[in-house]
Nanobody
């Protein structure tokens, strides 16, 4: 069974950067996609970015394009989300999730995954 643990969140000023990490353990060869999803207080969970393992392709929501970068280090079973030029509206709990069933990318971008981590808080404030 897969187990995910996120880290790297914190308090950062607007314009700053953070790198979130997701450690994947268990049957790491099983997942077809891994991604980041966030949930701000009082809002629906929304997908941020997806990494597809079959071809290392990456996808981003419009708000993340040009600012966020998802990457994977397969040797360490780690996935990262580099976030630059952070804005107050990026404040949320960020979760990583893995897809075990090969959903369409649009589903992953909508936040649909099978296994989740516990989340890490990102707060962007001056």
């Amino acid at each position: 069974q897969l187990h995910l643990v996120e880290s790297g969140g914190g308090l950062v000023q607007p314009g700053g950067s953070l790198r979130l990490s997701c450690a994947v353990s268990g049957f790491t060869s099983e997942y077809t996609a891994i991604g980041w999803v966030r949930q701000a207080p009082g809002k629906e969970r929304e997908g941020v970015s997806v990494f597809v393992t079959a071809d290392d392709s990456t996808y981003y929501q419009d708000f993340a394009k040009g600012r966020f970068t998802i990457s994977r280090d397969n040797t360490k079973n780690m996935v990262y989300l580099q976030m630059n030029s952070l804005k107050p509206e990026d404040t949320a709990v960020y979760y990583c999730g893995v897809d075990l069933t090969g959903r369409p990318i649009i589903a992953n971008m909508g936040g649909e995954y099978d296994v989740w981590g516990q989340g890490t808080q990102v707060t962007v404030s001056s």
